[in-house]
């Protein structure tokens, strides 16, 4: 069986390459950004953040497991 993305990144977190890196430093850049703005409201207006992935990405997904699986989870501020 083939490895997949939880297999390599265990802990959840992602890797890039120096060369990646390099190349594509200007959209890194705006995706940790979008990350953190997406974070911190998820953590300072966690009903609204789960109402947008609810009505946004996740519409065939009933509400109450949209709430419970936010529930099962460990979420921490971006702040260093």
């Known amino acids: ?22 190349k594509n430093r200007a959209l890194l ?8 703005q997406g974070n911190d409201m998820i953590i300072a207006r966690t009903n609204a953040a789960l109402e947008v992935l609810h009505g ?3 519409p065939q997904v009933p509400e109450r497991d949209v709430k419970e699986q936010f529930g099962a ?3 921490f ?4």
Do not use: C, F, K, L
């Open 56 to 58: 946004t990405y996740y």
């Open 1 to 22: 069986m083939g490895r997949g993305y939880h297999d390599r990144h265990p802990n959840g977190m992602s890797a890039a390459s120096n060369a990646y890196v390099a």
């Open 77 to 80: 501020s971006a702040a260093v």
């Open 73 to 75: 989870e460990r979420v």
């Open 29 to 36: 850049t705006r995706v940790i950004r979008a990350w953190v």
